[in-house]
């Protein structure tokens, strides 16, 4: 029950040792979505009446692991919250892929840096989902995408696009990265506002036939390495003297206006 009740998420990661990481996955329609896309399950924790319920098929499915299960007040005294319809997975975190094989065929890709809050990096993937991004590449002082409430945000969609972790950027890890990017045929593209930025319907960036956009924190936006190491700077045209938007919400709109046609 430890991995329901009592280990923090960065526990559940297990830095130490990634080939024992779990995570945890909410809901019945996430946890569906999560097998279908390959993820082993561990252990299941399941309010009485759905186990012939909301997850009957669940049950069925998961084979021969431990299913815990009780009331729904009991079950949310031992987590310390209420079960989103129910129901919560352990499955065990996936080994991580190199840059090569996350990026082989994409011709659109986002990389994540610096962004922290768990509804955006759930949104930024359901995003990247629907509209069209083959792969999403994260810097390591991102939040974890497995985190329990970004899966929950993302409805899933983060086991819909390949993923993986690239160093946090400075002077010398940003070079290296667009390097590696380069390398496999990507032009880079920094959302920022300078005063040589290109506004996102310049054509040139939709005729690109591998672009990597990269997406910065809530507050500070991309270190000004990552900017100037970029093919392309980027920006939204806003009107009513708006400066930017939310990263989740810029993000949507740049995936959409340069998805592949």
């Known amino acids: 029950m430890a991995v329901f009740a009592s280990l923090t998420e960065a526990q559940l990661r297990n830095r130490l040792e990634p080939e024992k990481g779990v995570f945890i996955v909410e809901s019945p329609k996430v ?4 097998l279908d896309s390959g993820y082993e399950p561990l252990s299941l924790l399941c309010e009485q009446r759905h186990i012939e319920g909301d997850a009957k098929d669940i049950v069925a499915r998961v084979g021969d692991i431990p299913i815990y299960t009780g009331a729904r007040e009991l079950l949310a005294e031992l987590t310390g919250y209420t079960l989103t319809r129910g129901v919560l997975c352990a499955m065990r975190r996936p080994q ?16 994540i840096d610096g962004v ?48 993986g972790w690239i160093e946090a950027n400075d002077a010398v890890g940003t070079a290296t990265l667009q390097e590696q990017l380069h390398a496999l045929g990507f032009k880079t593209a920094a959302m920022a506002l300078t005063d040589d930025s290109v506004s996102l319907d310049d054509p040139r960036l939709a005729a690109e036939e591998r672009l990597a956009l990269i997406m910065g924190t809530e507050g500070d936006g991309l270190p000004h390495a990552t900017i100037t190491a970029a093919d392309y700077v980027v920006r939204i045209p806003m009107a ?22």
């Open 240 to 261: 009513h003297g708006v400066d930017s938007l939310n990263v989740a919400a810029a993000s949507a709109v740049a995936f959409w206006e340069l998805r592949v046609r």
């Open 96 to 111: 991580p892929r190199p840059l090569e094989d996350i990026c082989r065929g994409a011709r659109r890709i986002v990389v």
């Open 31 to 34: 946890i569906r979505v999560a």
């Open 116 to 163: 922290v809050d768990t509804t955006n990096i759930g949104a930024i993937f359901r995003s990247a989902a629907a509209l069209g991004i083959d792969a999403v590449l994260l810097t390591t002082n991102s939040c974890d995408p497995l985190n329990r409430r970004a899966v929950r945000v993302s409805m899933g969609s983060v086991f819909l696009v390949p993923w």
